[in-house]
């Protein structure tokens, strides 16, 4: 028995100690991905800062449809609180600190969050889509209608950051908001990984393949997804206050049913249930909707759509849950 408590010991090590490594190597990738944009694409980090926004808004939607099984097509909503918050932060009461404008958009990402969850979980299913539409549709007219806090179809200016601790400047080319970005990109990635593997991660993947029997256990179904939401909604928050920092102005756009439509479109073409999965497919779309429309401004559309159906038809789990599976099965030939 001693032996045996010994060799499962050494296995949980190494089990840890692996995947601890993919966890650094996978930092690194962005990392250097990050240096590599930077370099390469100094004329395009205000659409590089655009993607880490958009990343962190696919991110917020994993969590909930890819870990916790909940269908979704209203999570634009937590976005644009957050950019919403940050930008009247700004705008109206002075708090021109972009760490402190990042704080209060997390902060109303969250309460989105637990709203939009309180609403959504009342149902299953289709009815449960049908409310994650109602929520998105609802918060654009009241921000619509909200034209003397949120400059209503004209969009909130006024928007102007300090300099990051004050001493990196936000300037026109936008190198420091990128480099913000990619910081807040990294340090959320991580704190997610840790999540998801924890065993609150754990239950909400039982929760996605059986509640009845996590209910059947003494497990809380509800406040558990509900929990799951509140971080959702502050990961999406903190999204919508980079996009208001970097861009430094708040438009409907980031409260459209298109843009919660076009997140599950990059969850399910990058893969879901998968952090890796959500980058990969946030990264893949904008730029490869950024390069076709540049090249063909009238038929772009087609091309993107021919695009996602070749995935669907060929790569079900995703491109990173593709090739992730590719590779385990070479590694199961190869010992």
């Not at 932060?89 to 939009?116: N, Y």
């Not at 807040?184 to 754990?202: D, E, Y």
Request: aromatic share 8%; net charge positive; proline share 3%.
């Amino acid at each position: 028995m001693a032996m045996l408590s010994n060799s499962d010991t050494l296995s949980v090590t190494s089990d840890r100690r692996a995947r601890l490594t993919r966890d650094a190597v996978g930092v690194l990738v962005i990392l250097a991905l990050g240096v590599a944009g930077y370099v390469l694409f100094p004329n395009n980090l205000a659409l590089l800062t655009r993607i880490t926004a958009i990343a962190l808004l696919v991110l917020s939607l994993d969590l909930v449809t890819g870990y916790c099984g909940v269908a979704t097509l209203g999570h634009a909503a937590l976005f644009g609180a957050g950019a919403y918050g940050a930008g009247i932060a700004a705008a109206h009461f002075g708090i021109t600190d972009p760490v402190a404008m990042l704080a209060v958009g997390i902060i109303a990402g969250s309460i989105a969050g637990l709203i939009s969850g309180v609403v959504v979980l009342r149902a299953h299913g289709l009815p449960q889509l049908v409310l994650s539409i109602a929520i998105i549709h609802l918060a654009h007219e009241a921000a619509n209608k909200a034209s003397g806090w949120t400059g209503g179809s004209d969009g909130l200016s006024g928007i102007m950051p300090d300099a990051v601790f004050g001493v990196w400047q936000f300037d026109l080319w936008g190198r420091t908001a990128y480099v913000f970005g990619i910081v807040l990109l990294v340090v959320t990635f991580v704190l997610l990984r840790q999540i998801v593997r924890s065993p609150f991660g754990m239950l909400c993947r039982g929760i996605r393949q059986d509640p009845v029997r996590i209910r059947a256990m003494g497990g809380s179904v509800h406040g558990t997804l509900i929990r799951m939401y509140i971080i959702s909604g502050a990961v999406a928050g903190a999204g919508g206050a980079l996009n208001a920092i970097s861009t430094q102005v708040v438009g409907l756009d980031s409260l459209s049913f298109t843009l919660s439509a076009e997140a599950l479109v990059m969850l399910v073409l990058g893969g879901t249930g998968s952090l890796y999965g959500a980058l990969l497919g946030t990264v893949t779309f904008l730029w490869f909707e950024d390069v076709v429309s540049a090249a063909n401004p009238f038929h772009w559309l087609t091309i993107v759509g021919a695009l996602l159906i070749a995935v669907v038809l060929f790569a079900p789990k995703g491109l990173y849950g593709s090739l992730a599976a590719y590779f385990e099965r070479r590694g199961r030939k190869n010992p």
